[in-house]
């Protein structure tokens, strides 16, 4: 994961905000948004994958075990995946 | 050789934008600037040059499509007017952060309400801070000159930036004048082919109009800011550059008789033409009056106004538009701001003028002069005046 890295000073602004590097979105910590975070029971997780589908961030994946987690990098604590979720496996908690 | 024609104002900046080989046009067509939008649409259609004419359903959409096509390096030009201009204004801003060098021409017509066609600049005035470079036509000649010179400053390495080319609605779109049409090799050596910044190819990705929040949206506009103030010096050079080739000079300030005078007005626009009559006028009866013809709006031309005002005891400033509840005219405003920090400036009057259509002839301009000259450096009850309106 590349650091973060805005221009240092107004003359350092692209002209236009030209992105030159592809992918460079993934620098973005959406994850810095959030109040709340989603916590996942995998005793009540059924592994549908409705979590991993609806997410809107797309920050949801799948383990090696079969069992779903959000990257906390990007999850904006929406709690889209917690209302979804029908067998009311995942929990949103305050952030510390 | 130019050659000298008489031809339909609207009718020659679409035929200057075809000098300048435009290779896409994207318009959508708004009484007074119909007329360029079909001749453009014409001149692709005809095939005379290898363009592409995109039907849109809106201005906002002609924008939109002007600023896509540009960013994919092609030179692009739109014109528009009144509610066109007002429903285009959102994307503006995007225009000019996105440093697409698009050309506009603005056929300027008042806004709604009441429902109005008739010209004044109440549709440009409300874009002022879109950063894009605005210019003033005063006639025919002026609207073919600015329309190529404003490929030539938007698209420059330094400057990149859209221009809008201002002619009055009726009053110039739909004049039939005699000018001097510019030979198209002359035009190729005035105007290489664009070569763009940065461009959208699936060869080379890359990301235009992206996110900037507050950690770096102030950099970025101080960015847009300095480009602007920048690119006088680019407009500069471009106009001695067309003077040293067509041999017609080009000023952000322009004087008229102004050795000697008292009395100054400053016009924008077609009204320059009336007024400079009108100063004949004056002369003649000795009253010291010159007449001063606003051609670059922004970036604002603050040191040749400070310059062009030296000496002069009264300046009257005339408005095609109204600041409601504000300064008066947007254009005085910016003049008084401009000239509050130098040590001895004139007595600055206000004078709003031919909105939406209403006539302004010579004698109309020697009235408003003779009044100031009257009242020499006497304060006026009101900061500025809606001239000839019908009072009880
Ligand atoms: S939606 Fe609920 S049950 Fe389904 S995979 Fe996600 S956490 Fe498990
Ligand atoms: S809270 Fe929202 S952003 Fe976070 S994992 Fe759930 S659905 Fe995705």
């Given at each position: 994961?590349?650091?973060?890295?805005?221009?240092?000073?107004?003359q350092?602004?692209?002209?236009?905000?030209?992105?030159?590097?592809?992918?460079?979105?993934?620098d973005?910590?959406?994850g810095s948004?959030?109040?709340?975070?989603?916590?996942?029971?995998?005793?009540?997780?059924i592994?549908?994958?409705?979590?991993?589908i609806?997410?809107?961030?797309?920050?949801i994946?799948?383990?090696?075990?079969?069992?779903y987690?959000?990257?906390?990098?990007?999850?904006?604590?929406c709690?889209?995946?917690?209302?979804?979720?029908?067998?009311?496996?995942?929990?949103?908690v305050?952030e510390? | 050789?130019s050659?000298r024609i008489?031809?339909?104002v609207?009718v020659?900046?679409?035929?200057a934008?075809?000098?300048?080989r435009?290779?896409?046009?994207?318009?959508?067509?708004i009484?007074?600037?119909?007329?360029?939008a079909?001749?453009?649409?014409?001149?692709?259609?005809?095939?005379?040059?290898?363009?592409?004419?995109?039907?849109?359903?809106?201005e906002?959409?002609?924008?939109?499509?002007a600023?896509?096509?540009?960013?994919?390096?092609?030179r692009?030009?739109?014109?528009?007017?009144?509610q066109?201009?007002?429903?285009?204004?959102?994307?503006?801003?995007?225009?000019?952060?996105?440093r697409?060098?698009?050309?506009?021409a603005?056929a300027?017509?008042?806004?709604?309400?009441p429902?109005?066609?008739?010209?004044?600049?109440?549709?440009?005035?409300?874009?002022?801070?879109?950063?894009?470079?605005?210019?003033?036509?005063?006639n025919g000649?002026e609207v073919?000159?600015?329309?190529i010179?404003?490929?030539?400053?938007?698209e420059?390495?330094?400057?990149?930036l859209p221009?809008n080319?201002?002619i009055?609605?009726?009053?110039?779109t739909?004049?039939?004048?005699?000018?001097?049409?510019?030979?198209?090799k002359?035009?190729?050596?005035?105007?290489?082919?664009?070569?763009?910044?940065?461009?959208?190819?699936?060869?080379?990705p890359v990301?235009m109009?992206?996110?900037?929040?507050?950690?770096?949206?102030t950099?970025?506009?101080?960015?847009?800011?300095?480009?602007?103030?920048n690119?006088?010096?680019?407009?500069?050079?471009?106009?001695?550059?067309w003077?040293?080739?067509?041999?017609?000079?080009?000023?952000?300030i322009?004087?008229?008789?102004?050795k000697?005078?008292?009395?100054l007005?400053?016009?924008?626009?077609?009204m320059?033409?009336?007024?400079?009559v009108a100063?004949?006028?004056?002369?003649?009866?000795g009253?010291?009056?010159?007449?001063?013809?606003?051609?670059?709006?922004?970036?604002f031309p603050f040191?040749?106004?400070k310059k062009?005002?030296?000496?002069?005891?009264?300046?009257?400033?005339?408005?095609?538009a109204?600041?409601?509840?504000?300064?008066?005219g947007?254009?005085a405003?910016e003049?008084?701001?401009?000239?509050?920090?130098?040590?001895?400036?004139?007595?600055i009057?206000?004078?709003?003028?031919?909105?939406?259509?209403r006539?302004?002839?010579?004698?109309?301009?020697?009235?408003i002069?003779?009044?100031?000259?009257?009242?020499?450096?006497?304060?006026?009850?009101?900061?500025?005046?809606?001239y000839?309106?019908?009072?009880?």
């Amino acid at each position: 994961m590349a650091a973060k890295k805005w221009p240092e000073n107004w003359q350092n602004v692209n002209r236009g905000c030209v992105v030159f590097r592809p992918g460079s979105a993934g620098d973005y910590h959406t994850g810095s948004w959030r109040a709340q975070q989603p916590v996942w029971d995998n005793v009540k997780c059924i592994k549908c994958g409705l979590c991993y589908i609806v997410c809107p961030e797309g920050c949801i994946s799948e383990g090696s075990d079969g069992y779903y987690s959000a990257d906390l990098d990007y999850c904006k604590g929406c709690g889209i995946c917690t209302h979804e979720c029908w067998p009311r496996a995942i929990k949103m908690v305050e952030e510390g | 050789m130019s050659k000298r024609i008489g031809i339909e104002v609207a009718v020659a900046a679409a035929e200057a934008a075809a000098l300048c080989r435009f290779d896409v046009a994207a318009v959508y067509p708004i009484t007074p600037q119909s007329h360029v939008a079909e001749h453009l649409s014409n001149i692709v259609a005809d095939g005379r040059i290898d363009a592409e004419f995109i039907t849109v359903e809106s201005e906002h959409s002609a924008m939109s499509a002007a600023m896509g096509a540009s960013a994919t390096g092609a030179r692009v030009v739109t014109a528009t007017s009144s509610q066109g201009l007002m429903y285009m204004h959102e994307v503006l801003p995007i225009a000019s952060a996105m440093r697409l060098p698009i050309v506009m021409a603005i056929a300027n017509r008042a806004v709604s309400g009441p429902l109005n066609i008739l010209n004044d600049h109440s549709d440009i005035m409300p874009q002022r801070d879109s950063g894009w470079i605005s210019l003033f036509a005063e006639n025919g000649q002026e609207v073919v000159d600015m329309m190529i010179q404003a490929f030539k400053i938007a698209e420059h390495r330094d400057v990149q930036l859209p221009v809008n080319v201002n002619i009055d609605g009726f009053q110039l779109t739909h004049m039939v004048e005699p000018l001097e049409m510019p030979d198209q090799k002359e035009v190729d050596k005035f105007l290489p082919p664009y070569k763009p910044y940065a461009t959208l190819h699936p060869d080379k990705p890359v990301s235009m109009g992206t996110f900037a929040m507050n950690d770096v949206y102030t950099e970025v506009m101080k960015a847009k800011d300095a480009a602007l103030v920048n690119s006088k010096e680019v407009i500069l050079a471009v106009w001695k550059e067309w003077e040293k080739r067509f041999g017609r000079a080009y000023e952000p300030i322009e004087g008229y008789r102004v050795k000697g005078a008292e009395i100054l007005m400053l016009t924008m626009g077609s009204m320059g033409e009336t007024a400079a009559v009108a100063i004949d006028e004056l002369r003649k009866k000795g009253i010291p009056a010159g007449l001063l013809k606003m051609k670059l709006w922004r970036p604002f031309p603050f040191d040749e106004l400070k310059k062009a005002v030296k000496g002069a005891k009264t300046l009257i400033v005339t408005d095609r538009a109204v600041s409601f509840g504000g300064p008066g005219g947007p254009v005085a405003g910016e003049v008084r701001s401009a000239l509050y920090d130098q040590p001895t400036r004139p007595a600055i009057i206000n004078e709003i003028i031919g909105l939406g259509g209403r006539d302004m002839m010579v004698e109309h301009f020697m009235e408003i002069v003779m009044k100031a000259a009257k009242a020499g450096r006497k304060k006026r009850k009101e900061a500025y005046e809606f001239y000839g309106v019908r009072e009880a």
